[in-house]
């Protein structure tokens, strides 16, 4: 007989993600659906807009890609008046936006997905002196890892447990079987997970320098950049670097010695594919190094897509070849189109409540807010594994170093990369490599202002350009590729439209039943204990996913308040 | 005691923008000692954790959901909002009350407050407010203004005003700035 499990039962409008799976007798997962909200109505704000400001409003659709949406806006209408911007403002926003890599990929790891890998309890049996010596054999220098200091995380873990406090520990499956680190290597990773919970700080700061205040920057405008003042200074540009190498030594000597422990420790998992997914995989590309212009500059992650795991052949990507499928979605229409000629009507169908009280997604038919996107009527995956795949595929040096360096220190062989652990290991691959290459930015960044070039902005005549034209920011987001489409005519916004890395990752299956990267990776995976889903949200979790670009209400969940009610009857 | 405002919220769906309107009003309409700031925190998820990091107090303002009149103004300590956050069991990206969850492993963390109102519609796509949160907006307003006082903020009104409906304006039509 088999099993449904249902984890986070969406009750509210708010994008939550909510992941259905079946399992059969021997607890392995025969089926999964995903469904989520996504953010719809872009387009009626900002149309009539003047596209120059338009920025300020597409940033709004998420809270932690807001850098990144506001400069697809940006790029998407500088794409379309055919501007190129100055080397400065191209470095400047490659380092604003690696940032916010690093800041994104080493929260992701420890905060929000780290305890699916670790069981912290397990840390309180662990011998701080034989801890020290673990560390050891994952980094030569290991990060915060000696013997006094784990035995004072230690302490204060235990303290937190005497205390009650133990927060979002609280309600994890500790004990599970499907953990398996020692109570050693549990005690490093903790120890890890505070220290990156101060130093996450530093990430932010770097932002702020280029990117002006947060959370919200403000020194992109369309033509470049307008922090000319932080650049020609170079106490900014060398707190930027200190910054940058703090956070770097964290990346080295923690965050990647922690991911080859527990890949290693996981390793069984790893080599045979569980979690793997889809094995499509797509990247637009990103970081241009070169200015050249759009989409011809050579990048930092290369564009292109990679099919059923087969390294051997790279395709390109044609941003035409896009289309969303509606069939499981709930909105009207039947023919795939490409998102710049979509139709968003909704057509909510509800859930279906069964004999057990519950109520289910009815899969047959439509049970998600989520289109499905496609690529050439085919799925992908998108986000840091993709852009490792591809770029490792088309045989870039430097991802190619950092794949191999990294798979030769955990003695692992390449196919390890096709799995949830992969998935993972892949972020972070891709954070130590973009720290280094920071660094050489950040360098070439005070060499071209020290060489006189101040130029931060490029001229354009706006009523000129802007009377008809037509553009796309496609780059990559740290979960995977964002695009968004500007339509411009007689200086307003016709047209605009966004699809958010998490559609490509989040959809529910298409028109010919094929299932989207969430649902075909959790296919085959064993469940432990069906009342703990673990491996469901490891999975889940290793895609960074971010649906909630909705509404962000806090929840009372039907607490009783009542007594922090404030009386405003009779206030002035 | 360095003190920090943050509004949080949405503000392309309608009552959602509250916090964010909120904090801008208090921005504009009223000076302060150097030690207290105002942020526009959007919505911010695990950024948030910056400032309670950063801070001594952070005083949240936000919409709640709370079984109670559209309107309603809750002013809720942080050692009520523990428990109720659900990262563990869910899928999806954390927000205010998770991340008050993970940090209070911290040594150190800012006592928290949360302001909220309860909403009347969440779901248009619609930079504004329902009249009904508009017409509770001064109240709103006023336990701000309280709840700094009682943190020990001393301010002054500033002559010049800004209306909720100029606040508002300004965030439906914002300008970048032009070379």
Redesign the interface.
């Known amino acids: 007989m088999s099993e449904h499990i249902i ?2 039962p969406v009750t ?8 259905e799976a079946k399992i059969d007798d021997n607890n392995v997962i025969t089926d999964a659906y995903s469904s989520s909200t996504m ?4 387009e ?2 900002l149309k009539g807009r ?1 596209p ?2 338009c ?3 597409a ?6 890609c ?1 850098g990144t949406h506001y400069q697809r806006s940006i790029e998407a209408v500088e794409h379309a008046f055919d501007i190129t911007i100055p080397k400065n403002a191209r470095l400047v926003r490659n380092l604003v936006q690696g940032a916010l890599y690093l ?1 994104d990929h080493v ?1 992701h790891f420890y ?2 997905h780290g ?1 699916d890998w670790v069981d912290i309890t397990k840390a309180l049996e662990a011998d701080p002196k034989k801890a020290a010596a673990e560390a050891l054999k994952w980094a030569k220098t290991p990060y915060g890892a000696s013997e006094g200091e784990l035995l004072k995380v230690k302490e ?1 873990v235990a303290k ?1 447990v005497k205390q009650g ?1 133990l ?7 500790w004990g599970n079987k499907s953990y398996k680190l020692t109570p050693e290597q549990n005690l490093i990773a903790t120890a890890h997970y ?1 220290q990156a ?2 130093l ?2 530093d990430a ?1 700061k770097m932002m702020a320098i280029f990117g002006g205040k ?3 920057p ?1 020194s992109f ?3 470049g950049v ?1 922090c000319v003042q932080d650049i020609q200074n170079p106490s900014r540009i060398s707190l930027f670097k200190t910054l940058l190498k703090k956070f770097r030594a964290f990346i080295k000597d923690a965050y990647i010695p922690d991911i080859l422990m527990a890949g290693t420790e996981y390793a069984d998992e790893a080599l045979d594919g569980t979690g793997a997914g889809l094995m499509n995989f797509m990247s637009y590309g990103d970081f241009r190094l070169d200015d050249t212009g759009f989409y011809e500059s050579e990048l930092l992650f290369p564009k292109g897509i990679v099919k059923n795991g087969d390294l051997s052949k790279v395709y390109d990507v044609d941003q035409e070849k896009i289309t969303e499928d509606v069939t499981h979605a709930w909105y009207k229409g039947s023919d795939n189109l490409h998102p710049f000629d979509g139709k968003t009507e909704p057509e909510y169908t509800g859930l279906e409540k069964k004999s057990d009280g519950y109520a289910y997604l009815k899969t047959d038919e439509k049970y998600s807010w989520i289109k499905s996107p496609l690529y050439d009527d085919e799925r992908m995956e998108v986000g840091p594994l993709a852009r490792m795949v591809v770029g490792y595929a088309k045989g870039d040096e430097r991802i190619t170093k950092y794949v191999n360096g990294f798979l030769k220190k955990g003695n692992l062989p390449a196919k390890v990369l096709f799995s949830t652990v992969g998935r993972t290991a892949a972020r972070a691959i891709e954070t130590e490599l973009m720290a280094d290459v920071m660094l050489e930015w950040v360098d070439e960044l005070a060499a071209n202002v020290a060489g006189g070039d101040l130029s931060t ?1 490029t ?1 354009f005549d706006f009523d000129k350009v802007s009377t008809k034209a037509m553009g796309y920011g496609m780059a990559e987001a740290p979960r995977g590729g964002l695009g968004h489409w500007v339509k411009v005519e007689d200086g307003q916004v016709v047209n605009y439209q966004a699809v958010v890395p998490s559609t490509w990752n989040a959809a529910p299956r298409d028109y010919k039943g094929r299932m989207g990267a969430y649902e075909a990776s959790l296919v085959g995976t064993k469940v432990a204990d069906p009342k703990q889903p673990l491996e ?2 490891r999975t ?2 290793s895609f960074d ?15 009783e ?1 009542g007594s ?3 009386d ?1 009857s009779c ?2 | 005691m360095k003190v920090v405002i943050v509004g949080v919220g949405n503000i392309l769906f309608k009552d959602e923008g509250i916090g964010i309107y909120a904090s801008k009003y208090l921005q504009e309409n009223f000076e302060y000692d150097d030690h207290l700031e105002v942020i526009d925190g959007g919505t911010l998820g695990f950024k948030l954790m910056t400032y309670y990091q950063d801070y001594d107090k952070v005083i949240i303002l936000d919409t709640v959901s709370i079984k109670d009149e559209s309107g309603s103004i809750y002013n809720i300590p942080s050692d009520e909002l523990l428990g109720l956050g659900s990262y563990r069991q869910t899928a999806h990206e954390v927000e205010v009350v998770e991340m008050l969850e993970i940090c209070s492993l911290l040594e150190k963390m800012a006592e928290v407050r949360l302001i909220g109102i309860v909403p009347e519609d969440i779901e248009s796509v619609d930079i504004d407010l329902t009249d009904k949160i508009k017409g509770q907006f001064d109240n709103f307003i006023n336990v701000c203004v309280k709840e700094l006082e009682d943190s020990g903020c001393p301010m002054t009104p500033k002559a010049r005003t800004l209306s909720c409906e100029q606040i508002i304006d300004a965030y439906a039509n914002p300008t970048m700035e032009r070379e």
Do not use: N
């Not at chain 1, 509210?12 to 992941?19: A, D, K, N, T």
């Not at chain 1, 927060?167 to 499956?173: D, H, I, L, Q, V």
């Not at chain 1, 996913?545 to 607490?559: F, L």
């Open positions: 984890v986070d509210r409008i708010e994008g939550h993600l909510r992941i953010f719809r109505g872009i009626e704000i003047d120059r400001d920025g300020l409003l940033m709004r659709i998420c809270g932690v807001t800041h929260v905060h929000l305890l204060r937190f406090r927060g979002p520990f609280a309600k994890g499956y505070l919970l101060d996450q700080r932010a947060m959370p919200h403000q405008v369309v033509g307008t902005w001229e469901i949200l889940v979790h996913p971010c649906i909630a670009c909705a509404v962000h209400i806090v929840d009372s969940k039907g607490k308040l922090f009610k404030v405003t206030a002035v």
